[in-house]
């Protein structure tokens, strides 16, 4: 079971512990407490409906091994799963947009599902995104969404809007003479780091870290958290992953399990998890996500726009 702490709370000896997807016994549980607390959790939702649209920053830090100097307190603004779409508009997305800009990071980030079904959703996303803005640059991969809609043409949009999309590539970002790389693995390929990891050929992710100097500091953009255990073996720095909407539907909290359908196919849902492996070092951290998908309404999960602060070491308590 996941404990979700907050910044100011994170140590080495602290940060929680997570085994991977859920067991099928794990998982009957689950279904069973979500059965049993819904009518507790629902009687009293009015107080949780968010809002699609009131979106919480959450502000948190991560220590990075070999990261550089140079970026020491640097920030990431982390956004994903936007779904452009019949539930998210060009006003909404731009109202996005002025959210991220006015916090200023360095870096924004974004791990897939620009679109919701359709070719068409990619012109207001471009649309509005084409004013995002930070000093070292904007970088995205696809999610599951995009591959709905035609991943070629989504790619497009937003190259054409000046967006890096890292497709099974990195990019390398440098400030002061050092650098920290960003790679970003399609939505459709991820599946296929079990073979790289097991020493087989795996074209897709071998692109994705080729010439990444074995010391240094990383970060992977995949949509979907569900292979986190296998990145965990490359020993990638920090993993940033959507997908989930943080269950988008949560009936309630058990500690730090969620009770949401979403758990019954992974409990990788929301926040910050580490690998079974105590020997890596990979963290992950799972956003909640900007959009909805098949209803227009979140309930006790507000949409979410992470902000992270870089460093090299985990702050003292």
Request: glycine share 10%; net charge negative; hydrophobic share 40%.
């Amino acid at each position: 079971m996941k404990k979700l702490l907050p910044p100011t709370e994170l140590s080495a000896s602290t940060l929680p512990k997570e085994g991977g997807p859920g067991s099928l016994s794990r998982r009957a549980f689950l279904h069973t407490s979500i059965l049993g607390v819904s009518g507790i959790a629902l009687t009293s939702c009015t107080r949780g409906i968010m809002q699609r649209n009131d979106i919480e920053i959450t502000r948190r830090e991560f220590a990075l091994k070999h990261l550089p100097n140079a970026f020491e307190g640097r920030t990431i603004t982390f956004l994903s799963d936007i779904h452009s779409g019949p539930f998210m508009d060009v006003a909404e997305l731009k109202r996005v947009v002025r959210t991220v800009n006015d916090l200023r990071s360095d870096i924004i980030v974004m791990p897939g599902d620009f679109v919701t079904s359709e070719p068409e959703e990619i012109a207001p996303f471009a649309e509005a995104m084409s004013a995002l803005s930070a000093p070292f640059g904007v970088y995205a991969c696809t999610g599951n969404h995009d591959y709905y809609a035609g991943v070629d043409r989504v790619s497009r949009g937003i190259e054409e809007i000046g967006l890096k999309l890292l497709r099974n590539e990195n990019a390398k970002v440098t400030i002061d003479g050092e650098s920290l790389y960003l790679i970003g693995v399609d939505d459709d390929d991820s599946k296929t780091v079990a073979a790289y990891v097991e020493g087989r050929h795996a074209p897709h992710i071998e692109a994705a870290w080729r010439g990444i100097p074995e010391n240094a500091a990383t970060i992977l953009l995949c949509h979907k958290p569900y292979n986190f255990e296998d990145f965990a073996k490359t020993n990638v720095g920090l993993m940033l992953a959507g997908h989930t909407h943080g269950g988008q539907i949560v009936l309630g909290r058990i500690g730090g399990t969620v009770l949401a359908f979403s758990t019954l196919a992974s409990n990788y849902v929301d926040g910050l998890y580490l690998p079974r492996d105590s020997k890596s070092q990979t963290q992950m951290y799972v956003s909640r996500g900007i959009g909805v998908v098949g209803v227009p309404i979140r309930i006790n999960c507000p949409p979410e726009i992470t902000q992270i602060t870089l460093r090299s070491q985990f702050p003292l308590l």
